[in-house]
């Protein structure tokens, strides 16, 4: 089968729609054919060894841009071009506006070679792949431009199943994270509320947990003599939901799948109607802050540096109630709490990638060889290291090269150096392709970040477990879901204020619950599990 290239020509279309998006011609996906990469005589492209070419090749890269600095006077980029002999020229677009501007990309036919940052959903995946615009990168990885790409799937099945569309074909790289565990933020406790109630275990239950909120109300933990403690606080319950339904055996707001491989669409199950009888409960007893509906993430924040706080959802705690990393060791991360409910509490845990695509080649790409041997260099510890750190001598230093072992370095001209990071490192303040392994940090870890480690794998990790896996729609499933979820995402959000502030009583429950039915719930449940279990059936 001989390989199948397509020009930026080819891919002229007539925009019918600003969201719909069809190129012309015959797609290597329409036809049948899958490009099959040429040999490293045909190409030029080396397997394995720097550079990845004798002659210089220039490719065009579309991305998002944080807007610290010029990609083109990176020192990151520079010297991946020249390790490399690859160069690219640079299409930016601002992060807010990225999302816009990519699928006007895809509309017009006027392709980049690659996408960095892509932020490419499932469905964009899906779409983008089948209409012929992103180049299936399975040949390419399976064929030996990809070899530290194809050992992290052949080590990790799951991975290459997650990020293989209906179709067969992988369309775009995950971001690969082997240390993650959060999901999203966690909750925490205040440790001076802690110390002044005299608490030296923290709750187990729900029950209990509710005693030590009515602890906080009524026995002045911030010792100022005023009523003005805050038990418990959230911004619209969008940041502490998913932790809190934990407590009553729930991976996820929307959809989960169990132990028992049984997939579930979580506001009509009776863990959620648990969920809602304890918030309203909190809520009548004003142990929950009662501008939770109101208040703006600054406001929450005020209110946490003015010690009111006792416990809120923040990526660390010190974000919320001030203070630094060390003082922030004080301030339990909160285990999460046991109901009535059988088996719980369980833990939404991070999947260990993302669920977007941060890396994809389109069909203009004449390099395909070339570039995913580029990419498959961000997979490996020294490209991260030079992506996510920067080049030796800048911010860090080797120990001891073997073990990896770093140390900083003074910033240089001073300053933070997470700013300075962002100048010369275009992975700064979005998702990148590449691959988190603990080793990146060895020797730069803190006692922060060491205390942090021993909180998640003492409190989460052993409840914890990926609510769904990144298992992808066919187009059609993915209308039906999308139109379904629309118009029930408004519903139950709008309910569930309802019911926690007891403008709607919990007696209307199973009215509410008949609702939700008809609006497709149940239907949300079937294309789920019809999705999960051919994702759990691939590879076996």
Known sequence: MKR???????????????????????SPSESGETAEPGTPEETGVKKEGFPIVDEPITMTMMSQDAGVADWSNMPVLQEAEKLTNIKFEYQLTPIDSFATKKNLVFASGDLPDVL????????????????????????????????????????????????????????????????????????????KMLEAL?????????????????????????GNGQADE?????????????????????????????????????????????????????WEEELLDHET????????????????IAVFNDYYSYFTLGGDPNDAMNNPLMTPVASEIEGSPVYGMHPGLSANGTFAITSVNEHPEATMRWIDYLYTIEGQTLFNQGPEGTLWKYTNKDTYEKEWLPVPGGGDREEYRGTI????????????????????RTDFDDWIAKE???????????PFPNAYLTNEQQDEASALLSDLNTYVTQMEAKFVTGEEPMSNWDSYVEQVKKMGGERIQEIYQEVYDTWNAAGQ
């Open 4 to 26: 199948v290239r397509k020009k930026s020509a080819v891919l002229l279309s007539l925009i019918l729609s600003a969201s719909m998006l069809a190129a012309c011609g015959t």
């Open 116 to 191: 960095y940052a892509a932020d490419l959903t499932p469905a964009e995946q899906v779409t983008y792949g089948t209409q012929g615009s992103l180049i299936p990168l399975e040949p390419y990885i399976d064929g030996g431009y990809a070899p530290n790409i194809k050992k992290l799937f052949d080590e990790n099945p799951d991975i290459r199943k997650s990020f293989t569309t209906p179709d067969g074909h992988i369309y775009a790289l995950p971001f690969i994270d082997s240390a993650a565990v959060w999901y999203r933020s966690p909750m925490w406790y205040n440790g």
């Open 198 to 222: 005299g608490v030296d275990k923290l709750p187990g239950t729900t029950e209990e947990l509710y005693e030590f909120l009515k602890r906080v109300k009524t026995e002045d933990p911030n």
């Open 230 to 282: 805050i038990p418990l606080t959230s911004v619209k319950l969008d940041d502490l939901r998913m932790y809190f339904l934990g407590f009553w055996g729930m991976y996820d707001p929307v959809v989960y799948v169990d132990k028992q491989d049984q997939v579930f669409y979580s506001p009509m199950q009776e863990g959620y109607k648990g969920y809602l009888e304890f918030m309203n409960r909190l």
């Open 293 to 308: 509906f109101s208040q703006t993430p600054e406001q929450k924040k005020a209110k946490g540096e003015n010690n009111q």
């Open 425 to 444: 490192t275009p992975n700064f303040g979005m998702l990148t392709p590449g691959y988190n392994t603990p080793e990146l940090t060895n020797g730069l």
């Open 456 to 466: 998640n794998e003492e409190k989460l990790v052993p409840i914890g477990k990926a």
